[in-house]
Each structure stands twice: as C-alpha cells, then as structure tokens.
C-alpha cells in the first residue's frame, strides 16, 4: 500500500522568508501528485498538481513543487512567504492505474509571523 | 466551479445515536469520498464511491456504512455512534478521468 511522509509537522516562518516543505511517498510506479492547502476555517484547495511531464510545477499563489522521480519525492516551495500562507498543507498521492483514492500525508500546519 | 455542499457544519450528537452526513456535488461526478480529518493523521478515506449504488471501503470503514442512490448525493452513516468518532468529515469528489478531487466545507462532528 502506498503511503505518504510529510516531515514537518509544524513550521513557522517571518514573511519573506523562504519555504520549502519535503514529501516523499512510498510506491514504485507511476503516480499522480498534488498538495492541498487548508487555510483556517476554509475547505480544502488544489495549490498544484502534477500528472506527467516537466517535473517543476507551477500553482496558484507563487508556490511551485518540483517531482524527483529517483527519490520519491514532491516537495513545495515558496521564494518570499507572506502572512496570508498561514494555513495547513498536505501531500497526497493517488497510484496511476490504482483507482481514484488519494493517500493523503499527516499534513505540516505553517505559520507565518509578520 | 465545482461545488461540494456538506449538510451541517457543526453536528452535537449522543452515544448510541444513528448519525446521517449528507453530501451533495454540482457537477455531474462519478466518483465521490468520505474522508475524517483528525489532528496530526491527516485525512484518511472511510469510503468511496465510483457510481451510484457501488461503493468501495476505504482505509478506516469500521463503524460507518455509506449510501449513493443518486449521482449527485452521497451519505455517510455512522450506525452507532461513539466518542472516538469525534472528528472533521470531509466529502470530495471528483469525474472519470485524471484529475483533482473537489472539498466540501467539512462537517464537525461532535459525539458526547
């Protein structure tokens, strides 16, 4: 079964500050990868997704994630963090060819001090 | 846009009570999910659903049953519920092909 790792639990950061928050996922084949972002009291949100192609993937709100295939990895990055980043950002992983479910991962809660 | 309406937002019930989640999706998906989030676990799949009246368990099904007998609805049902059935429901969606799956607002559950 697949699994998913997020490492950070917990991280807090001065805006401006750089962000990078590390994924690795358990599963040999070929996968579908996607972070979500929870911003508080709110649903849900698609930040990026990646299906094939080039591995650096651009999102919504200045984030990127780049796919290192040899190291089973689908980290989330962000030059310049602002304020409005505080919320919770998970990983999760759906195994192509693997049906429709999404291995989600513990999920890293960000705050972001002014 | 994709619209993933949840019943209740916050829901108190009793031990022992038969509780009903109801989900409902715009768009016209085949594929629908349940899924609690709980703090430092993340979300974990109870059920899914790939078409009406089909349903597939999830990792953690125990104590839940579902129903889909429409495309647009589905029904998460904790038959008795208990204490350790506290938490954040989440119901998703999403179409046939490769894509995202769409969040509802979450429903609070509360069982004292």
């Known amino acids: 079964a697949q699994s998913v790792s997020q490492h950070n639990h917990h991280v807090i950061l001065s805006e401006a500050a750089s962000l990078e928050l590390g994924c690795n996922y358990s599963?040999?084949?070929?996968?579908?990868l996607f972070w979500y972002v929870q911003y508080p009291g709110q649903h849900l949100q698609l930040l990026l997704k990646y299906f094939s192609g080039d591995p650096l993937v651009k999102g919504i709100k200045g984030f990127e994630a780049e796919f290192i295939k040899s190291k089973f990895s689908f980290n989330l990055r962000k030059p310049s963090v602002q304020w409005s980043d505080t919320a919770e950002y998970f990983c999760a992983v759906n195994a192509a060819g693997g049906g429709n479910k999404l291995t989600f991962g513990t999920g890293t809660q960000l705050k972001v001090e002014l | 846009d994709v619209k993933v309406t949840q019943s209740s937002r916050y829901l108190v019930k009793r031990t022992g009570e038969k509780v009903f989640l109801e989900c409902v999706q715009d768009?016209?998906?085949?594929?629908m999910f349940w899924y609690r989030q709980d703090p430092g676990l993340g979300l974990r799949l109870i059920y899914f659903s790939y078409d009406v009246k089909m349903k597939e368990k999830g990792d953690i099904p125990e104590g839940y049953s579902v129903s889909r007998e429409k495309k647009e609805r589905f029904s998460l049902i904790l038959e008795s519920a208990s204490t350790n059935q506290t938490s954040m429901y989440l119901c998703?969606?999403?179409?046939?092909?490769?894509?995202?799956?769409?969040f509802g607002d979450g429903t609070r559950l509360s069982i004292l």
């Open positions: 599963y040999g084949g070929t996968v579908n």
């Open positions: 768009m016209d998906h085949e594929n």
């Open positions: 998703a969606s999403k179409g046939r092909q490769v894509q995202p799956q769409h």
